[in-house]
């Protein structure tokens, strides 16, 4: 299993430049779909649920004080991936790369696993928070999206 350094990695060797806040919510949307389509994590880091949307700490700390991302700003290994993590980052780049940083943050705003976690954690909107979005309201959101789609 690859790690979210890894992840990160990859898409920006695809995709950059890149805001910091866009390549966070690509690493969700890619970690989402991936547990829909294959019933496993892309990486075991967590996402928490901080007020512009998911965020993975680990991954923060390495962008931390940078918006703008290039390919090797993030000290990962792209090949680290296998055939089914690529090809669920592949498809959510195609389909998420045209949004910007601001709209992809705005769709993990709607119901869902983002917003159960603030709930959780009882914070108003741009309160900060990190609490841990579950993987089960992940798999369950992304789930009924692959399903629609169907």
């Known amino acids: 299993m690859a790690n979210v350094e890894d992840v990160a990695a990859y898409i920006l060797a695809k995709a950059a430049p890149m805001s910091a806040m866009k390549l966070q919510k690509l690493c969700y949307f890619a970690y989402g779909y991936h547990l829909a389509w294959e019933d496993r994590q892309l990486f075991p880091e967590r996402f928490e649920a901080w007020a512009n949307g998911p965020v993975v700490y680990e991954l923060y700390d390495q962008h931390r004080g940078r918006y703008r991302l290039d390919k090797g700003d993030i000290a990962g290994d792209p090949t680290a991936l296998d055939d089914d993590e690529r090809e669920s980052v592949d498809v959510v780049l195609e389909n998420f790369k045209t949004y910007t940083a601001h ?35 992940i798999a369950d959101y992304f789930g009924a999206l692959v399903d629609r789609e169907d």
């Open 103 to 137: 709209e992809l943050s705005a769709m993990t705003h709607q119901a869902g696993p983002w917003v159960y976690a603030r709930d959780r954690a009882g914070v108003t909107d741009l309160a900060r928070s990190n609490e841990e979005l579950r993987d089960a309201d």
